[in-house]
T-cell receptor
Framework: DAKTTQPNSMESNEEEPVHLPCNHS???????IHWYRQLPSQGPEYVIH???SNVNNRMASLAIAEDRKSSTLILHRATLRDAAVYYC??????????FGKGTLLTVNP | KAGVTQTPRYLIKTRGQQVTLSCSPI?????VSWYQQTPGQGLQFLFE???????NKGNFPGRFSGRQFSNSRSEMNVSTLELGDSALYLC??????????????FGAGSRLTVL
């Protein structure tokens, strides 16, 4: 079975950059990589997604490896509001989604 | 614009009962997908509906079923509840589906406790 792997937890200091990694055991050329984050008692919230090229938006950047088997979500300056569980999701063209177990990000003031 | 609304937010059932959860997508979104979230298994995909048709289904027993109405609202049903069905059930909507570049908007979830 295809697996998406993330570290269980990471810690950062406020105002510092954070790099959250994700690995896919298998990924096809049409599978998109998505990142969502979840705060306590809320549903997941969209962060960013990409296919092959690195992507930037107002929330974060997404760096995708050339072989696409790994990606890194980059929060350029972590704030206390970024403390959440971050999920990496492989989303295929056949509507099949593969979730990582999520990384709990702790941001220290 | 209004987000994805799930009802009820919390419910308690006993083993053997059945439960129906409801999801109202964002206006204009035609795809609704459902997910189960537990501490042990994390997020798992249940099924996805588009224009009243189920397009994809995750690896769950037949006790888990769903449907979508012509106004895109969706319901999921779990029959013969087991203790292991205790979970947060999330629904998400998107304009056209769970494939590729489509962004999902999640509801806050329905927390089911089975006693």
């Amino acid at each position: 079975d295809a697996k998406t792997t993330q570290p269980n937890s990471m810690e950062s200091n406020e105002e510092e950059p954070v790099h959250l990694p994700c690995n896919h055991s298998t990924i096809s050329g049409t599978d998109y990589i998505h990142w969502y984050r979840q705060l306590p008692s809320q549903g997941p919230e969209y962060v960013i997604h990409g296919l092959t090229s690195n992507v930037n938006n107002r929330m974060a950047s997404l760096a995708i490896a050339e072989d696409r088997k790994s990606s890194t979500l980059i929060l350029h300056r972590a704030t206390l509001r970024d403390a959440a569980v971050y999920y990496c999701i492989k989303m295929g063209s056949n509507y099949k989604l593969t979730f990582g177990k999520g990384t709990l990000l702790t941001v220290n003031p | 614009k209004a987000g994805v609304t799930q009802t009820p937010r919390y419910l308690i059932k006993t083993r053997g009962q059945q439960v129906t959860l409801s999801c109202s997508p964002i206006s204009g979104h035609r795809s609704v997908s459902w997910y189960q979230q537990t501490p042990g298994q994390g997020l798992q995909f249940l099924f996805e509906y588009f224009s009243e048709t189920q397009r994809n289904k995750g690896n769950f027993p037949g006790r888990f079923s769903g449907r979508q109405f012509s106004n895109s609202r969706s319901e999921m049903n779990v029959s013969t509840l087991e203790l292991g069905d205790s979970a947060l059930y999330l629904c998400a909507s998107s304009p056209i589906g769970t494939a590729g570049a489509n962004v999902l908007t999640f509801g806050a979830g329905s927390r089911l406790t089975v006693l």
